[in-house]
Every structure is written in structure tokens, then in C-alpha cells.
């Protein structure tokens, strides 16, 4: 209902902005063409992406909105000039009047220029962002320790955030795994949101039968999102019975536990901050100080406390990079906008920490990101 409510507005809001359009063309008529046929046709595009996604509609109906305030400001400049040549040259003579019309020509041409390339940059803004969506890139990190690893280079590929049925279905994730594993990790890690409620149970176990069957030296580890965790709305499944698929397929699902991976580096897999869970330094109690942590917590919101309790590696993810400008930059200023993220995308050290934040390989609910990418990080960390 909250979805709908808004593009309701929304929509209110446009067929204003097109009425305050045809209103001043009608006080020019001199004016020709209709560029505002342009936003009507694209208004029209909208109601009927409304029927298939609300939430996309949403995000194309606010883009056009501000392409449209683009148009109406080039609009209003194009008359301003028009209006400042016709009364400094026009002195009444028939060779002024002339010259005057000529120039009202030329504004009106541009303003319909003006026009169209709004509408094109709309929709190769929105072309540009579900492309990003869609396609998957391969984003490296390299690090250097003075820790046990066990062995000289440890190499670690993290997925997160694919909610299976958004941008991808089983058969689009079985071919992103391809490109994962010519990666040639030695252990691969997921940090959540590998589901959610748009996710059906037959690709859900299909998804999980892809990630038990991937090669790798020290196997595939798994922790909640808050998706994962939540059996709220109406999913085909429970968690529980994601945890039980993962678990049978040979994933180890993490929910607050603590492993030392053949006897060379540890890894902590953290519950999600929508479950009720342990404090880090609780969990990392009793860790042998010469080993390498890695730590997998899917909201990246605890890094200052993962630092101080001695983590190297923190893998996060959840933020889907800020997915779209300028939800990104204002998240700097309301962290609320994405849990408590103490950071969007990439990584931060935290004195001898790493902090990774991947965009992950897709998103929730909208098929568009702008200013940020879809992703697998592989880790490179090399013993000294
Ligand atoms: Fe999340």
C-alpha cells in the first residue's frame, strides 16, 4: 500500500509539472511542436510498469520527475533570453521585427532540443543503471599480514546480496558461479541476502545445489542476511528450511559461530542484527592471537568493534553499494537509510583491519543501480 501511495503522488505531481507545460506553451503561441507529448508518453510507460513492479515505477516515475524539472529550467532560461534579445534590439522597424522572429526560430528550436535530450538522458540513465543491475563485474582486493595463514597466499571469493529472482534466476546464478570459481578461490564465503521474498523455493534449491557444488580448497561458508533470516511476508520458505537445504547441499551456514579452518585461520560467522546475536568480542573470546580472523557479518555496522577485538578481515555487504545516486550520498548523513552502515562500498582500513563492503550481485526489488555496480570481490591476503 506504501508503494502505491507514493507513486500516487507521484503521478499528481507529474501531471502538474505536464499542465504547467502545456499552460505556458499556450501563453507563447508562437510556440509550436509538443515536447511535452514526450513526458506524457513516458507517464504512460509508468502506469503500466506500476502494474508489473510498484517499486520500479516508483524509481523510473522520480527520475523522470527530475529530468522534467531539468526541462522546465532549460525551458524557462530559452524564454529569459528570447525575451531579453526581442526587447534590447526591437526598435519598431520591419527589419527588427524580422531579425526578432528569426531569433524566437532559433530559441524554440533549441527548447524542443532541450527536450528531447532530457528524455534521452533519461532513458539512457535508466538504460545505464539496468545494465549494472544485470551484468555481474569482478572486483579485486589485495592485502599483506603478518599472521598465520597456514600458507603463503589465501584466496578468498565473497558473493552477497544475489536475492535470487530479482535480476537473476537459478540458471543466471549457476552462470555467475562459473565466473566465480575461474577465480580460483580456496574458500568461498556468501554474506547474505543470498534470498528473499521475491525468491521461489524451486530456485532456491537449485541455487543451493550450485553453491554445494563448487570446487574449492576449503569449502563454502554462509551467513544470514536479513532477508535470509526473516519469515515475515510471503516466501515459498522458511529459514529454516534454507538452512536445512544449504546444510544438506555441504554449505556451512555460520549463525554466531566460530571455526578454525584445518588448523590455519579462523573464520566467525555472525547472525544478522535483525536476530537477537552475540557481541563480537564474546564470540572472539579465547582466539589464537597469531592466526588470521576473517570475520563474515552481512550489515557492515559493528567494524569499529570487529577492529578493536582483533579482526583482519571483515567481508560485509547489504548496502547494494548505495544503490542509486543520490540514496548513496545521503546515507552519509541519514546512516538509518541503510541499517547503521558505517560505510557505503569498497574498502576501509580500520587501523590493521580490513573492511570490505561489496554492492553484491544484485538487489533487492529494483532492477536499477546508479553510481555503483553488481559484483563478486575476490581477496587476496599474502603472508609476509
Ligand atoms: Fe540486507
Request: with cysteine; aromatic share 8%; proline share 2%.
Amino acid at each position: 500500500m506504501l508503494w502505491y501511495g507514493i507513486l500516487a503522488a507521484l503521478f499528481a505531481v507529474e501531471i502538474v509539472m505536464i499542465a504547467l507545460l502545456r499552460w505556458r506553451r499556450k501563453d507563447r503561441p508562437g510556440r509550436t511542436g509538443k515536447p511535452w507529448l514526450c513526458p506524457v508518453i513516458a507517464l504512460a510507460v509508468c502506469a503500466a510498469l506500476a502494474v508489473w513492479s510498484p517499486a520500479n515505477a516508483l524509481i523510473a516515475l522520480l527520475h523522470l520527475c527530475v529530468f522534467l524539472c531539468v526541462g522546465i529550467l532549460a525551458d524557462g532560461i530559452c524564454s529569459l533570453v528570447t525575451r531579453g534579445k526581442d526587447s534590447g534590439t526591437n526598435d519598431g522597424s520591419a527589419k527588427d521585427s524580422s531579425a526578432t522572429e528569426e531569433s524566437r526560430k532559433r530559441v524554440r528550436e533549441s527548447s524542443s532540443h532541450v527536450w528531447l535530450a532530457a528524455a534521452v538522458a533519461c532513458i539512457v540513465w535508466l538504460g545505464i543503471g539496468w545494465y549494472a543491475a544485470h551484468h555481474i563485474w569482478r572486483t579485486d582486493y589485495s592485502l599483506t599480514t603478518d599472521k598465520s595463514l597456514g600458507q603463503e597466499k589465501l584466496r578468498i571469493v565473497q558473493i552477497s546480496d544475489t536475492h535470487i529472482g530479482v535480476t537473476m534466476d537459478a540458471e543466471d546464478f549457476a552462470k555467475a558461479l562459473g565466473r566465480v570459481e575461474e577465480a580460483k578461490p580456496d574458500i568461498i564465503v556468501v554474506t547474505g541476502d543470498f534470498t528473499d521474498e521475491n525468491t521461489s523455493r524451486e530456485d532456491m534449491v537449485k541455487c543451493c545445489q550450485a553453491l554445494g557444488q563448487l570446487k574449492t580448497r576449503y569449502g563454502v561458508y554462509f551467513v544470514f542476511g536479513n532477508h535470509d533470516a526473516s519469515d515475515e511476508g510471503e516466501r515459498e520458505f522458511t529459514s529454516a528450511e534454507l538452512e536445512a537445504e544449504l546444510g544438506g547441499n555441504g554449505v556451512v551456514v555460520m549463525r554466531d559461530k566460530v571455526l578454525c579452518v584445518e588448523g590455519k585461520f579462523y573464520l566467525v560467522g555472525r547472525r544478522d542484527t535483525s536476530e537477537s546475536r552475540a557481541s563480537y568480542a564474546e564470540l572472539a573470546k579465547g582466539l589464537d592471537p597469531s592466526k588470521y580472523v576473517i570475520v563474515l557479518d552481512h550489515q557492515p555496522g559493528d567494524f569499529t568493534k570487529e577492529a578493536a577485538a582483533g579482526a583482519d578481515l571483515v567481508l560485509a555487504g547489504h548496502t547494494h553499494g548505495g544503490q542509486m545516486i543520490p540514496l548513496g550520498l545521503a546515507s552519509q548523513f541519514l546512516p538509518t537509510v541503510f541499517g547503521d552502515a558505517e560505510f557505503m562500498y569498497g574498502m576501509r582500513m580500520y587501523g590493521d583491519t580490513a573492511c570490505v563492503v561489496s554492492s553484491g550481485m544484485s538487489s533487492w526489488e529494483f532492477v536499477i543501480k546508479t553510481g555503483t555496480i553488481s559484483e563478486f570481490t575476490v581477496v587476496d591476503v599474502c603472508g609476509k
